[in-house]
């Protein structure tokens, strides 16, 4: 038995937060009667399960990817623009992977695909403090100001922070983050003056980057998979 929020995330439609948000708006059906509780339990044997009307089935294969995202390349599940997306990189017949979190358009790097809701769901919210590392390239060399992004800066409405900044000479700066709002660096570093020219994510979590070139993927191994579960506090389950 488990959580109807956590049932529709580990089948995949989305992370559990979202699901929650599902269920609330009365889209969710358990043996054809709407479900609004969230602490209404499922029994994946038994219950017949549908969201806005189409059957919610729990696969039991779970499957991780880690891929080079390429620049031009969007984490959406659709686009009305008809630009690509990333889901259109992983050729595993069968299976219907998500991104974990978001890079965006012109960004590049590392991005977990998966199936597995519940993971997905630990990776981004910020409650569990995921550490995103990133190598950004700017338009001229970076100063001292730079070490105010670990205390933060006010940007816009948000209060946007790093983790940890490094100097790497060349025009090229190190960013560890652990929030991950929408386009932060990018936001950052233009409040401070530069133009971001290039940024990828090389390490999420334990897991890094690597030899892949960008459009390249591979499946995780175990222990990289194991690894990760222990990161997001997932080691009991």
């Not at 597995?116 to 995921?130: A, M, N, Q, S, V």
């Amino acid at each position: 038995m488990m959580r109807i929020a956590r049932y529709l995330a580990q089948a995949g439609i989305t992370s559990r937060r979202k699901a929650e948000t599902l269920v609330k708006k009365g889209l969710v059906r358990v043996n054809g009667k709407v479900i609004r509780d969230l602490a209404f339990k499922v029994d994946p044997d038994r219950d017949r399960v549908t969201l806005s009307g189409k059957p919610v089935i729990l696969s039991k294969k779970r499957v991780y990817v880690l891929l080079y995202k390429p620049r031009g390349y969007l984490t959406a599940s659709s686009d009305r623009y008809k630009r690509p997306l990333v889901k259109e990189l992983i050729k595993i017949p069968g299976v219907r992977l998500f991104p974990v979190g978001r890079l965006d358009l012109n960004s590049e790097g590392l991005l977990i695909m998966t199936n597995d809701g519940e993971l997905t769901y630990r990776l981004t919210h910020p409650k569990f403090g995921i550490e995103k590392e990133y190598i950004v390239y700017l338009d001229k060399e970076p100063g001292e100001e730079l070490e105010s992004l670990i205390q933060g800066i006010q940007v816009g409405e948000d209060f946007l922070k790093a983790e940890y900044v490094e100097r790497l000479g060349n025009k090229k700066v190190r960013i560890v983050l652990k929030e991950g709002k929408k386009r932060e660096i990018r936001r950052m570093l233009g409040e401070l003056g530069y133009k971001t020219k290039r940024l990828i994510r090389v390490k999420e979590g334990p897991l890094h980057l690597g030899r892949l070139r960008p459009g390249e993927y591979r499946l995780l191994k175990q222990r990289e998979i194991k690894a990760l579960k222990k990161y997001a506090g997932m080691e009991d389950e």
